[in-house]
Structures are given as structure tokens and as C-alpha cells.
């Protein structure tokens, strides 16, 4: 039996989760197999980092070069040290995650180390340099750079840790389509109410600052604030969610008797044999797309605000305090994907994962081209058009995150190692992206704007929804597991084998993955 023929048989075997053997998935009557407070356990428990991303990227640009006075250039190098550094750990976290084996379970050793680490290096990017203050003015530039650049990294690193080990946690947790697709909503439900939280908090604190010599106050108490409230909801998640206990796995001939139809096994795929299929760069290369749109729009949103619609608040001084639109703006925005949520989750069941990424796409170019003919006289217009654009951005970013567990199946042993490839994509050209445009002579120029956060997360999309329309895009459930490593001999299945049946060749041992 050839190893593709093996993995084709092992598509039917039954998996081992306390159910008998032959037994279907179990489903409660509301068609979930979670209860309701443990997917709600599960949708809060990346909250810490999605309120500091949302500081990260709505208001770092802004906040370096319009509060602290870095140069454009000096504030695209610490986003792109930050997201440099996600994107190299994401990966190696996702590679080390799949093969911990502790008591406590596999991902949820890195989730603690990775919450531990971001709440003590948040608070840092948004608070004072205190290595400044130890040079003279000359040497401001390099020094607030280094140390933005520093703190922006080890947050990000840990910023890794907890999203690779949250999202790698969806294929262990359920088997069922519908419940995975769930766990994927109200995640990002839970995304979109963080950034709600965030966006109100900023209005609050920029009203009630409005001293230009303190402007850079509300934005460490903005940065305190999220990081006590993630933490609380990080806890409610270790809490809340049990994670599936490590299963060993041994090394077993590809002619064993226990490839016989009904064995209770099954194969995992090693981060090789992902490495050489099609389909993980396509899927990674339409979330990739999808993640660019919005990290992009965001970013750059109060730079569009401010030079295409001269929305801010300029003092005689030459002092900047921040205006409440850089926080209404955004703010509907992500109204916007939290009323599209729920009508989202239905589109993906009922039109598929494609079609609905094809219908954000139209609906965030709609808002696109609104955004590119705003001006000064018709400002107000822009309040509508974020709700739209945050419509569509949504319902590309689950129609993006749906795609993933698909093609991941029912591998949960390597679905870190998925993850954190693709969030390497994500990262680096968002940090490259980012730092190319703040190379820009005319960065703070109207047309330059309305390209940069207009059209830019258009085209970004429109490049997914091409990809996913003509690429090797998995349909259903575990449609892409007939591909396995050819060159392989042996494959390591999960199994509750008697030990005495277990078949060891001398050049082979026993491995606990």
C-alpha cells in the first residue's frame, strides 16, 4: 500500500476522542459539540492581543511621528523591527507548540509565556523612553528608534506565542465543520468587540485631554487599560477552555495490520510535508491578502483622516492633540464587522468560503472608491463609507480563517506549524509594506493617502479573492489530506495500540510527539 493510499484509508478511520469506534463526531442538538460558555471561553481568549493590536496598529504611526516627532522613516522601522520579529517567532512557536508535551497541554504553556510577555512590553511602545532622557537632543532619533524598535519586538515575539497557540487550538477542540466555522466568528467577534472597546476608550481619553504639552498621556493610559482588561479575559480562557490531553504516536511500517479499514488511527503530517504541497502556499497567500487589507486600512486610517480630509487639531504652538474622529472613524469600522458577523458565519455555510470572500471584496471596493473622491467639503461622508468598509473586511477576513481549517482537517498535531507560516506571510508584508510607504517624500500628501488606504487593502483583496477563485482551494472539511510525503517509509500514527503489537525496526524507536 502506497503512503497516498494509506492516507486516502485514513480519512475514514474514526478519531480517538473517548468515542466509540465508527462513532461520528457528537453533536448537541444546536448542531455544536462545545457548550456555549466554552466557545464564548474560547472567542475572549485572544482579547489581550487584539486590544493591543488594535493600539499597535491604529495609532503607532500616528503616535511616533505626529506625538513623539520621529521622522516617517525612524517609525516605519520600529512597525517593521515589530512585525520582522512576529513573523520570524510565529513560526518557530508553531514548530515548538506541535511538539510540546507537558501536563498542562501543548499550546497552553506558550499562551501563558506569550501573555506574560505582552503585558509587561505593551505598556512600553505607548509610555515614556526613559533611555532619552540619558542623551542629549542630538542623539533623540537613534536612541527612541532603538528602544521603540527593542520594545516593539519582545511585544511582538509574545504577541506570536498567543495567537499561534489560540488559533492552532480550533482543530483539537472540535471535528465538526460547523463548529469550527463558529470558533472562527466569534473569535473574531471577540476581535471586532475589542476593538470597539479600544476605539471608545480613545474618544474618552482624547476628549478629555486636550493639552497639547501632555498629548502623549492618553496613550499610555489607553495602553494600561487594555492590558488590564485582556489580562482578565485571558484568564477567563485558561479557565474556560480544556485543552485535549498530548496523544503519543508511534512509528509504524506503511504494510502494518493496523492500515486495516476500521483501525482507530491516524497519520500526522510532519511540517515537511506541508512545506511541499500547493495548497498551503495558496491558502497562505489569500490570508495573507486578507490580513494586508486590514492591517493596512487601519494603520493608516488617521494619516487618510488628516491629509485627504483635514480632519485634526492643529495648535499655534505647532503642537498636535489627537481629534475624536481618529477614534470615530475606526470605530465604525469595526461597528461595521461586528454587525456583519453573525450574516457572515450563514454566508460561509450557505454560498461557501469563496464566494463570500468574493462578495467582501466587492463590498470593501465599493467603500474604496467612496474614500477616493472624499475631500474636505464632504468629510462627514467618510462615517457611513467605514461601516461599509468594515462589512466587507470581515467577511473577507472569515471567509479567510474558514479556508485554513479546512485545509488543516483533522491534523491538530502540525496546525501550529500552519498557523504560524502563514502569520509569517501576514507579518512580513505588512512590515515591508509599511515601511516602503513611509519611505514616501509625499506620505503626508491627499492623493498619496487615498491610494495608500484606499486602494491598497482593494487590490490586496481583490489579489485573495483571484487566488482563491483559481487556486487548489480545499472544498470541504478534509479534502486535502489525500496528499502525504511520498518519500517517506514509515508514517507516525496515533494510536492506543497494546505496546506488545507495536512493530519497531531496529533503526527506529519509539517517539513521543
Known amino acids: 500500500m502506497t503512503c497516498k493510499d494509506a492516507a486516502k484509508q485514513d480519512l475514514q478511520q474514526p478519531l480517538l476522542d473517548g468515542r466509540k469506534e465508527g462513532s461520528a463526531p457528537m453533536e448537541s442538538l444546536s448542531g455544536h459539540d462545545m457548550s456555549k460558555y466554552n466557545i464564548f471561553a474560547y472567542g475572549v481568549g485572544h482579547v489581550l492581543n487584539d486590544l493591543c493590536a488594535s493600539c499597535w496598529f491604529t495609532y503607532l504611526l500616528f503616535f511616533l511621528t505626529d506625538i513623539k516627532h520621529l521622522p516617517a522613516e525612524s517609525a516605519g522601522a520600529v512597525m517593521l523591527a515589530g512585525q520582522v520579529a512576529d513573523g520570524v517567532f510565529t513560526p518557530l512557536v508553531g514548530y515548538l507548540s506541535d511538539k510540546t508535551d507537558t501536563r498542562f497541554g501543548r499550546r497552553k504553556p506558550w499562551y501563558v509565556g506569550g501573555t506574560i510577555l505582552v503585558a509587561l512590553c505593551f505598556t512600553f511602545i505607548f509610555g515614556t523612553c526613559v533611555p532619552c532622557d540619558w ?42 465543520d460547523s463548529t469550527r466555522v463558529l470558533l472562527n466568528s466569534v473569535r473574531y467577534a471577540g476581535t471586532v468587540i475589542a476593538n470597539v472597546i479600544v476605539l471608545l476608550l480613545a474618544m474618552l481619553l482624547f476628549w478629555l485631554n486636550s493639552d497639547s504639552s501632555q498629548a502623549d498621556r492618553p496613550f499610555l493610559y489607553l495602553a494600561v487599560i487594555c492590558v488590564a482588561l485582556g489580562l482578565a479575559t485571558s484568564v477567563i480562557f485558561l479557565t474556560g477552555v480544556k485543552e485535549n490531553p498530548v496523544q503519543k504516536s508511534f512509528i509504524l511500517p506503511p504494510d502494518s495490520p493496523l492500515w486495516s479499514p476500521g483501525g482507530t488511527h491516524r497519520r500526522r503530517k510532519t511540517w515537511w510535508c506541508w512545506v511541499k504541497q500547493p495548497v498551503f502556499y495558496v491558502v497562505g497567500s489569500i490570508y495573507m491578502c486578507s490580513r494586508l487589507a486590514t492591517n493596512i486600512s487601519q494603520s493608516f486610517m488617521p494619516f487618510y483622516l488628516s491629509a485627504a480630509l483635514n480632519m485634526t487639531n492643529a495648535h499655534e504652538d505647532g503642537q498636535v492633540s489627537t481629534p475624536i474622529s481618529f477614534a470615530l472613524v475606526p470605530l465604525l469600522t469595526y461597528v461595521g464587522q461586528l454587525a456583519a458577523t453573525y450574516s457572515t458565519k450563514v454566508g460561509v455555510k450557505r454560498y461557501g468560503r469563496k464566494w463570500t470572500l468574493v462578495c467582501g471584496t466587492v463590498i470593501v471596493g465599493a467603500a474604496a472608491t467612496t474614500m477616493m473622491f472624499l475631500n474636505e467639503d464632504s468629510a462627514p461622508v467618510i462615517y457611513p463609507t467605514a461601516f461599509v468598509l468594515g462589512v466587507g473586511l470581515v467577511a473577507a477576513a472569515i471567509s479567510a480563517a474558514s479556508i485554513q481549517c479546512d485545509m488543516l482537517g483533522r491534523d491538530c498535531k502540525s496546525s501550529a506549524f500552519v498557523y504560524g507560516a502563514h502569520s509569517l506571510l501576514d507579518k512580513l508584508s505588512c512590515g515591508i509594506a509599511v515601511f516602503g510607504i513611509q519611505q514616501s517624500s509625499d506620505l503626508k500628501g491627499s492623493m498619496f493617502q487615498r491610494i495608500v488606504t484606499a486602494l491598497i487593502p482593494a487590490i490586496s483583496l481583490a489579489a485573495g479573492s483571484v487566488i482563491a477563485l483559481f487556486g487548489a482551494v480545499p472544498k470541504a472539511l478534509h479534502e486535502c489530506h489525500d496528499v502525504v510525503d511520498k518519500e517517506s517509509q514509515y508514517q507516525a500514527l496515533e494510536t492506543d495500540v497494546p505496546e506488545d503489537m507495536i512493530y519497531r525496526p531496529a533503526s527506529h524507536s519509539v517517539s513521543t510527539l
Do not use: K, R
Not at 519586538?153 to 497557540?165: C, E, I, P, R, T
Open 135 to 176: 542623551f542629549d537632543a542630538s542623539s533623540f532619533n537613534v536612541v527612541a528608534t532603538v528602544y521603540y524598535s527593542i520594545c516593539a519586538s519582545l511585544f511582538n515575539v509574545g504577541w506570536a506565542a498567543v495567537q499561534v497557540s489560540h488559533m492552532s487550538m480550533i482543530p483539537e477542540l472540535t471535528e465538526v
